[in-house]
């Protein structure tokens, strides 16, 4: 037999309602008896007192009938005939008269009023049939008067008899419905107390863990059991969710961990492009924290080195469900552009509709810039390395030549020129390298501009090298920058007509991107060849466009390597403007007029 721990909950339930409803219809069945019951010994109980009222009537009618009024006779015989109806019904019952059959007790006192009534009767009889003068007559009338008084007693102790027998009844009647309301009460209480430990409590206890693990406490113990029952069920399968969502979380944070500590910048977007989550390799690659980042959309790393069709195709791709994957040019917080080779790929649920789109992010501005000018730097030397010999060895058959013919020696001159230009290039190579190599380093832009003027100045005293500045000195720049403002300052001098060439120095804002600096350097010279210009602001080094010189792309490189610009102008009216645009060093460095100290001051 199975245990009632193990029924299931609706017929447990189902038992309990059973319960109550079978004890409350007793309980109203036995109300109901009790009121049928007073009411049906009320009406016994009135007939029987009545009794009393019937003889002492059919007294009267006898001596009414002794008087001579004979048409009281008809009277006497309906009484008579009302009194053993009546007598009879106490007796056996009598449901049209709606007199239920008396109790035992008094039963017997009415079957012995009965005894003492037919006699009685039969006296009466005998008085409605006979004359009054006749012998039978008076003889029945002095038998009814004699015993008149003895059978009223009678009556009366009859009906003291039902009364009291139905009080009994009635009380025995009112013990039962208090022994089923007691009942009722106690099964009911036993039915809730059932209830209450073997579902109401259990499912208050799943109840419980269930919402304790909601939020978020996986560490809960739940207290199974062993029934079988809905709740036995339902807190078994909540066990086994509780173990496998610890599972999925414990395999979720193993996937945060790794996207968490990956060198790749990895970030979240809905549907909308909306920035959802984005990893620490984010925040360090892109210097947006997560709280900044998150609820923007990626256009915060728009550089504006793309056109509109370039995002249009990258969102048809990635709207469609294609994977796109392309190099692109990004801007970090600082305003630094750096290429970055990035994937973005959709999301999609278990029906394979897109809920958003996860996107990774490799910065490859250093190899990248690294290849290129090492490619850049191997072609160029290749190609001024050849020239220049090839210039060394004609120069050095005509110095045969010459010496044989004791002739001037310009040729000598030559070959100590070109000698000169190796030792050169080789310099700027080497220099180049080792602005591959250096590391990114704060330095005030004041300070990077004093000490290019001094360099230029010593190196050069011919010169005059003049500095103009709308930025506070203050300022932190990447200090590679240096390095080709140098180079700008000194190409200029070195490539000027003017025996005393004068080049100058501008420091001002940028004004088309907040926080970045613009330091132009403007000479009067012949200008940039428009060759040059073309391989520096194509950023490539073409087999049909090879740069005469390392200066350039010493300069180019300095500048693309903080994430900045370098573009050219032609200089009124004459020569040559080449602008480096750069960011700020840091987030909190700003690019302002008013915290110049001594900005006209040339610097010693």
């Known amino acids: ?14 038992v309990a309602l059973l319960c109550i409803v079978l004890l409350f219809s007793l309980l109203i069945v036995g109300v109901q008896l009790h009121i049928t019951a007073q009411r049906d010994t009320a009406k016994a109980i009135n007939e029987a007192g009545l009794q009393r009222f019937h003889l002492q009537k059919m007294m009267t009618d006898v001596q009414r009938i002794g008087s001579g009024d004979l048409s009281r006779r008809s009277q006497l015989a309906a009484t008579a005939e009302r009194y053993d109806r009546t007598l009879t019904a106490l007796i056996e019952g009598n449901e049209s008269m709606g007199i239920p059959a008396s109790p035992p007790a008094a039963r017997a006192r009415f079957e012995s009023l009965r005894g003492e009534w037919e006699p009685f009767r039969e006296r009466l009889a005998v008085v409605q049939s006979e004359p009054p003068d006749s012998q039978e007559f008076q003889r029945a009338v002095f038998y009814l008067e004699a015993n008149a008084p003895t059978l009223i007693r009678s009556s009366d102790g009859a009906v003291t008899a039902l009364q009291r027998a139905s009080e009994a009844q009635i009380r025995r009647l009112q013990q039962l419905l208090v022994v089923i309301l007691l009942g009722g009460i106690a099964a009911v209480t036993a039915t ?4 209450q430990r073997s579902v109401f409590r259990p499912l208050a206890r799943i109840t419980e863990d269930a919402q304790t693990i ?8 739940i207290t199974t059991g062993v029934a079988e029952d809905e ?7 909540v066990q086994e969710m509780k173990e496998q969502l610890s599972a999925a979380l414990q395999e979720a944070r193993n996937y945060q961990h790794a996207v968490d500590h990956a060198g790749l910048a990895v970030f979240l977007t809905d549907l909308d492009g909306v920035i959802q989550y984005v990893n620490p390799a984010f925040e360090r690659i892109t210097g947006y924290s997560a709280a900044e980042a998150e609820g923007e959309t990626p256009r915060i790393l728009k550089s504006g080195d793309h056109d509109e069709a370039f995002y249009a195709e990258l969102w048809a791709t990635i709207q469609s469900g294609d994977i796109w994957q392309r190099e692109i040019v990004d801007q970090r917080k600082s305003g630094e552009l750096f290429i970055a080779d990035q994937t973005i790929a959709p999301v999609t649920d278990d029906g394979g509709s897109i809920t ?31 020239n220049e010999v090839n210039v060394i060895d004609g120069h050095a058959r005509l110095l045969r030549e010459e010496v044989e013919a004791a002739e001037t020696p310009g040729s000598i001159e030559r070959v100590i020129g070109s000698a000169d230009n190796l030792i050169a290039l080789a310099e700027k190579s080497q220099a180049i390298s080792a602005l591959l190599d250096q590391p990114k380093q704060e330095m005030p832009i004041g300070a990077v501009v004093d000490q290019a003027t001094v360099y230029c100045r010593h190196s050069h005293p011919e010169a005059s090298v003049e500095v103009a500045r709308d930025v506070g000195e203050s300022v932190p720049v990447d200090s590679r920058v240096e390095l080709a403002l140098i180079e700008l300052c000194d190409n200029a001098i070195v490539h000027a007509e003017e025996t005393a060439p004068t080049v100058t120095i501008a420091v001002t804002p940028n004004e088309s991107r907040e926080g970045w600096i613009d330091v132009s350097v403007r000479d009067r010279g012949p200008g940039v060849p428009d060759d040059e210009r073309a391989v520096i602001e194509s950023q490539e080094e073409t087999p049909l466009a090879h740069g005469s010189g390392l200066g350039l792309w010493l300069v180019h490189l300095a500048v693309t ?16 403007v080449v602008t480096m645009s750069i960011p700020a060093a840091t987030e909190s460095s700003t690019v302002t007029t008013s915290n110049l100290e001594g900005a006209n001051d040339e610097p010693s």
Do not use: C
């Open 356 to 386: 958003g789109y996860v996107s990774i992010l490799r910065d490859v501005t250093d190899r990248k810039q690294g290849v290129q000018y090492r490619q850049a730097l191997e072609r160029v030397l290749r190609h001024n390395l050849r």
């Open 1 to 14: 037999m199975r245990a009632w721990r193990d029924v299931s909950v609706v017929t447990k339930v189902a």
């Open 214 to 221: 909601a939020a978020g406490d996986l560490d809960h113990e």
């Open 561 to 576: 390597s903080v994430g900045g610009l370098t573009t050219f102008a032609d200089n009124e009216p004459r020569g040559t």
């Open 231 to 237: 709740v036995g069920r339902m807190t078994r399968a």
């Open 192 to 195: 809730g107390f059932g209830l």
